[in-house]
């Protein structure tokens, strides 16, 4: 089975600052990589696919980059509507899925 | 607009089962696939597995195979999730989702299944 570490487990920043999320697959997913943000109470929300595409009305200060087994998500300038957990999550040619254990992002 | 509107919270004793519907509307059904996702307390995402809407093929998650069953009624395009001999770790939100191109593009609200004694 394909693992997922990210790091960090969180991190604290101020608003406007750039913030940086590394996620790193067991073996080479190719891009098969994409990027969700989930806030308290509420479901995952779909922000980057195939590793840097950008879904549909998610705003462009998210952006994601990588391939084969490292990849990076990075907000360009943090909101306080961004403070969310960020996961990663891979998935293969059999639709098998696996997601990083995630990364608590906080305004400091 | 999509969406996916699951059933209501669940209490269950250990050993029992639950199941749990998705109905999904503003798309077309068998055209997608609906993956599984839960969430235990405080705890991050675990993939359940996937059903294919238009054949029913199914993938489990390698720890759950024996004790979980996905199913879809094309006819109310509907989707279910049934875990059997619940344990009090199987407490959780379980959560199902739209399955495009690898994606998980649309979630359901999440519906609480509590196993207690």
């Known amino acids: 089975d394909i693992q997922m570490t990210q790091s960090p487990s969180s991190l604290s920043a101020s608003v406007g600052d750039r913030v940086t999320i590394t996620c790193q697959a067991s073996?080479?997913?190719?891009?098969?990589l994409n990027w969700y943000q989930q806030k308290p109470g509420k479901a995952p929300k779909l922000l980057i696919y195939?590793?840097?595409n950008l879904e549909t009305g998610v705003p462009s200060r998210f952006s994601g980059s990588g391939s084969g087994t490292d990849f990076t998500f990075t907000i360009s300038s943090l909101q306080p509507e961004d403070i969310a957990t960020y996961y990663c999550?891979?998935?293969?040619?059999?639709?098998?899925?696996?997601f990083g254990p995630g990364t608590k992002v906080d305004i400091k | 607009q999509v969406q996916l509107v699951q059933s209501g919270a669940e209490v269950k004793k250990p050993g029992a089962s639950v199941k749990v519907s998705c109905k999904a509307s503003?798309?077309?059904?068998?055209?997608?696939?609906i993956s599984w996702v839960r969430q235990a307390p405080g705890q991050g995402l675990e993939w359940m597995g996937w059903?294919?809407?238009?054949?029913?093929?199914?993938n489990y998650a390698q720890k759950l195979q024996g004790r979980v069953t996905m199913t879809t009624d094309t006819s109310t395009s509907t989707a279910y999730m049934e875990l059997r001999s619940l344990r009090s770790d199987d407490t959780a939100v379980y959560y199902c989702?739209?399955?495009?191109?690898?994606?998980?593009?649309?979630w359901g609200q999440g519906t609480l299944v509590t196993v207690s004694s």
């Open positions: 989702a739209r399955v495009g191109h690898g994606t998980c593009d649309y």
């Open positions: 999550q891979q998935y293969d040619n059999l639709l098998i899925f696996t």
């Open positions: 503003g798309y077309t059904f068998t055209s997608y696939g």
């Open positions: 073996q080479d997913i190719s891009n098969y």
């Open positions: 059903i294919s809407a238009y054949n029913g093929n199914t």
């Open positions: 195939d590793a840097s």
